[in-house]
């Protein structure tokens, strides 16, 4: 993997570009994302994202993960990518982001997580469903309607939590972008046109104006490129939900 930015090398050094200190912010995590598109901005190919990756793409997720200690993700993205427990290089929780807890409460995120999974969830949920869940997961109520993500995650800083990593999906990203909780986004750009209405990595809520980015650090591997970005906005913005 050649580094494109800050100096050009023909043998990026990982730990350099993504290792660096990560201090949690007052009451939440270091909240980083970790999203991948095709040229063409979609964040999925025929419903998951699998195929718009490549190894150097996979090289950095798994390392992001090591650099955080709890990865937080919504549900869909959990069905649909039949999300597992973390295991390695140690084990991590997963905190899943759920209205309606349709999660199926036997797959191994749930009964065999070495780090026990963490449920984000809201008062509406129905009461006996949260019941069975927290059988098998930690549930943590942030929120009425919805799961407020300021409250989400102060609720992983009051457990400890110092760097977050956010894997989607877009529904959930946008929210956490227009709320202003958004550190850092590692993004890769697939060498793919994929076409068609698949989602963008945010979808849904609009954040009151542009966020803007500074781009810290640029690889690239076998044509995709792999981006790391710090969010240049630091004030927290409610966001227009326009459904999705
Ligand atoms: N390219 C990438 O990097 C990437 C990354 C991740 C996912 N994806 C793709 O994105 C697609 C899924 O993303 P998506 O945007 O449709 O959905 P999503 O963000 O993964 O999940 C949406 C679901 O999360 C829960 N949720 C979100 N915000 C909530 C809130 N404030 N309060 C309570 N629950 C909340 C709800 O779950 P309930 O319905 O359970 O209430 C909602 O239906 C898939 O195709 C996946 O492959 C791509």
Redesign the pocket.
């Known amino acids: 993997m050649r580094q494109l930015l800050p100096d050009p090398s023909p043998e990026a050094d990982l730990v350099a570009v993504y290792g660096g200190p990560r201090a949690p912010r007052p009451g939440r995590p270091w909240l980083l994302a970790n ?3 095709s040229a063409d901005g979609s ?2 190919l025929e ?3 699998g195929g ?1 990756g490549g190894p150097a793409d996979r090289q950095v997720f798994h390392l992001l993960r090591s650099l955080a200690d709890v990865v937080l993700v ?4 959990v069905r ?2 039949r999300y597992r427990p973390i295991r390695e290089p140690r084990p991590v929780p997963v905190a899943v ?6 999660l199926d409460l036997t797959q191994p995120l749930f009964a065999e997580a070495p780090a026990r999974t963490i449920i984000l ?2 008062e509406a949920a129905d009461p006996g469903r949260r019941r069975q869940v927290a059988a098998v997961a930690d549930v943590v109520v942030a ?1 009425d309607e ?2 407020d ?1 300021v409250l989400g995650l102060a609720a992983l800083a009051e457990r400890g939590h110092e760097v977050a990593l956010c ?6 990203l946008a ?1 956490l972008v227009a709320a202003g909780l958004v550190d850092e986004l590692c993004l890769t750009v697939s060498p793919l046109l994929a076409g068609g209405g698949g ?1 963008r ?1 945010l ?1 849904g809520t609009v954040p009151a104006a542009p966020v803007r980015l500074v781009l810290d650090a640029a690889l690239e591997d076998e044509g995709f490129l792999l981006l790391r970005y710090l969010i240049a906005r630091a004030e927290p913005s409610a966001g227009t939900d326009v459904g999705g």
């Open positions: 999203m991948i598109a964040a999925a419903g998951r994202s718009l919504a549900a869909e993205t649909v990518e982001v759920s209205r309606s807890l349709a969830t809201c929120g919805a799961v993500p894997e989607g999906g877009p529904r959930l929210q989602p990595i979808s």
